[in-house]
């Protein structure tokens, strides 16, 4: 079973930054697509960055936010910088199809496994 456990949330002033992490387990996060999802109250669900054998982002991003692996540890990060407020919302750490079968894709339609979320605040 592709389980997703995601921490690192929390409380910063605008242009801060913050780290989030969505540790894996069942599967290795080498061989999977990995998004990171957010969705705030009242707004529809955005696509902010995923990767898989290449990475993508949301166009809000600009530059922003890097996702990386780190298969040592079978997690994948999100370091976000320059956080504005209107980055406040829930995220969402997602798992995709195998890479080796949609080596081209990245932001998919479905994903497979969801984490519980983690609040990112951004506030002064």
């Known amino acids: 079973q592709l389980q997703v456990v995601e921490s690192g949330g929390g409380l910063v002033q605008p242009g801060g930054s913050l780290r989030l992490s969505c540790a894996a387990s069942?599967?290795?996060?080498?061989?999977?697509?990995i998004a990171w999802l957010r969705q705030a109250p009242g707004k529809e669900r955005e696509e902010v960055a995923c990767i898989g054998s290449r990475t993508d982002y949301g166009d809000f991003v600009k530059g922003r936010f890097t996702i990386s692996r780190d298969s040592a540890k079978n997690t994948v990060n999100l370091q976000m910088n320059g956080l504005e407020t209107e980055d406040t919302a829930t995220y969402y750490c997602v798992s995709g199809p195998r890479i080796s079968l949609y080596p081209a894709l990245c932001f998919v339609s479905q994903y497979a496994g969801w984490g519980q979320g983690t609040q990112v605040t951004v506030s002064s």
């Open positions: 069942g599967f290795s996060v080498d061989d999977y697509i």
